[in-house]
């Protein structure tokens, strides 16, 4: 199922005379995908039933953190064959390859350099929303991106401006798509917010 978003730029390359093709390859989807989405009416929204994600890794990040915080101490580098082959003892069943994309994507080693903590934070289901906008200046077009902290469910939108009105706008949507509205949003220096209070 493609995002709002995404529906939205099917309509607006078709406005601009794209083939169905060409957008297609431009998207990377299909020319089928492509057409039964263009024929959509401009309000529909699309709706997700998702788990919350759980990282396999998660459950073994405080012993994780523990032996990297050691090894700074003591001015080593603990192989990651050696956190793999401890986690597992732990009861860790994924692979070596996922356990090296989830300490890449955390930064952990560099966090345990910092000192900083390491646990991933995690709210209660419908606590948080965290929001922020994604600029791709050479298309003159913004993402604005939803994600819930429970469930890291995400919600995309491209619009042509980042204005309050249209920010607004576009929280409409997302809790729409969501299905329900979070108890509060985080907003990482958000330009719009920012300037709007």
Not at 88 to 109: A, C, F, H, N, T
Request: charged letters at 25%; hydrophobic letters at 40%; aromatic letters at 10%.
């Amino acid at each position: 199922m493609l995002k709002k978003g995404e529906i939205k730029m099917i309509k607006k390359f078709l406005a601009e005379g794209f083939s169905k093709s060409a957008i297609a390859r431009k998207l990377g989807i299909s020319r089928e995908t492509v057409r039964r989405y263009a024929n959509l009416p401009d309000d529909y929204i699309p709706h997700i039933n998702r788990p919350p994600v759980i990282n396999s890794v998660d459950p073994y990040l405080p012993h994780i953190a523990k032996m990297l915080e050691t090894a700074e101490q003591q001015k080593s580098e603990i192989p990651l064959t050696v956190i793999y082959e401890e986690i597992k003892k732990l009861g860790y069943d994924g692979s070596l390859r996922w356990l090296q994309q989830v300490i890449l994507r955390y930064e952990l080693r560099a966090r345990a350099k910092l000192d900083e903590p390491i646990i991933r934070f995690e709210t209660k289901p419908a606590q948080q929303m965290q929001v922020d906008w994604v600029e791709f200046p050479k298309d003159n077009l913004s993402a604005f991106v939803a994600t819930m902290g429970y469930s890291r469910a995400s919600y995309v939108e491209y619009v042509n401006n980042e204005k309050i009105e249209t920010l607004i706008g576009c929280h409409m949507n997302a809790f729409a798509y969501f299905g329900g509205v979070s108890r509060n949003c985080l907003y990482d220096n958000m330009k719009t917010v920012i300037v709007a209070q």
